[in-house]
């Protein structure tokens, strides 16, 4: 029996605009660029994946990405698709980093295998559905009052937790944030944190100390990414729980900032580690380490964020679900794929793969490159 074959790989570069800008202590987001990548086996079966490259994050841009797909389809074509392992080593061989573009052959490359099998995803990976996920919502970096304003509006629509972006330098507008927050949506809503680096280590010391009385859930990233001295030291003092989010792009970096005590807990995306592949490692390392994770996103569409629901639904021990990106966006082009319920608990279904596509009619917008 002849084998099946990937036969052809389509590269769609997207843009979609925000509702309104995103913003973080790295800079305001305006628009979701994001490259599409579906993979074609010899039966015409595909998987599609996709990733949305933050520059200030990843190092990556849309324009990087599309030249590095390009080599990578031309590697792919006539390969195996069920080898994906070779495929992810592979392509860390041809370039260090670009996590971002790796993801979207990645999640296409587990999309197209799963269909092959008739297996959704999750049962792919061997989760099941027994699994309750809702996601948050998250207020962007921006002054006190329009924060506190974000905060009312999301606990209103029935949010069951906030996440509050932070880390402006001097610290101290930022603990005013959370105190008006705080006070504006009441004891019982959960609310955690994201500094996004923003922070130095005294910075970040003095703001953990003054909101230790806000009840956070944890705070993402407080300091700079690889600065592990620091980030040990604030580990050890700091009464509200710290995340590891941009320190931890590999299982590589699992491993060093587990066990150097860098983080009490580590959020895992699938388009900051490379993939799915990738991603299960690290959720390999936290759970042998007894630590409990995060899934989170950049922009991704809901196509993006319906394989990291399948992936959330294999492991036990993620507990925090950040999946809101979708929410941002002006336009959703996706068919299928996860539903978001009106307790914002998240939900897919057991259609083979992730079950989400583009909408042709939406990709017809943009420019198509096709390797075969």
């Not at 068919?335 to 608990?345: A, L, P, S």
């Amino acid at each position: 029996m002849k084998a099946t074959k990937i036969h052809k790989i389509e590269i769609t570069p997207t843009q979609i605009k925000l509702h309104e800008p995103f913003v973080i202590s790295k800079g305001a987001l305006t628009h979701a660029r994001n490259t599409v990548v579906k993979i074609y086996n010899s039966d015409g079966i595909y998987g599609v994946g996709e990733c949305c490259p933050y520059r200030s994050i990843h190092g990556e841009t849309q324009t990087g990405t599309i030249a590095f797909a390009k080599d990578l389809a031309e590697a792919l074509i006539g390969a195996d698709p069920r080898e994906i392992h070779k495929h992810v080593a592979l392509m860390d061989r041809m370039i260090v980093g670009n996590a971002s573009v790796k993801c979207a052959f990645d999640m296409a490359l587990y999309d197209l295998v799963a269909k092959m099998d008739g297996l959704p995803l999750y049962a792919f990976l061997k989760g099941d559905r027994d699994k309750i996920i809702y996601t948050d919502n998250t207020v962007s970096l921006l002054d006190k009052e329009k924060m506190v304003e974000k905060a009312i509006i999301f606990k209103e629509m029935g949010f069951p937790v906030l996440k509050i972006k932070l880390g402006e330098r001097g610290y101290t507008r930022d603990v005013e944030r959370m105190e008006a927050i705080r006070s504006a949506v009441g004891e019982d809503l959960p609310l955690r944190i994201d500094a996004n680096q923003g922070w130095n280590y005294l910075d970040a010391k003095r703001a953990l100390y003054s909101m230790k009385d806000l009840n956070l859930e944890h705070c993402e990233e407080p300091i700079m990414a690889g600065n592990t001295v620091d980030q040990a030291r604030l580990t050890a003092d700091s009464f509200i729980p710290i995340m590891a989010d941009e320190s931890v792009f590999s299982h590589k970096d699992a491993y060093k900032v587990l066990s150097q005590h860098a983080a009490h807990l580590i959020n895992i995306k699938l388009g900051k580690s490379g993939g799915i592949c990738n991603s299960m490692k690290i959720a390999a390392i936290a759970q042998a380490a007894d630590v409990y994770c995060q899934t989170g996103s950049f922009s991704e569409s809901r196509l993006g964020i319906t394989a990291l629901v399948h992936f959330d639904m294999a492991w036990d021990h993620i507990l925090y679900h950040d999946l809101d990106s979708p929410l941002m966006l002006s336009e959703d082009p996706v068919i299928g794929g996860m539903t978001y319920h009106k307790d914002w608990q998240v939900t897919v279904d057991d259609t083979p793969g992730h079950g989400a596509d583009f909408d042709p009619a939406f990709l017809k917008r943009f420019e198509t490159l096709e390797i075969k």
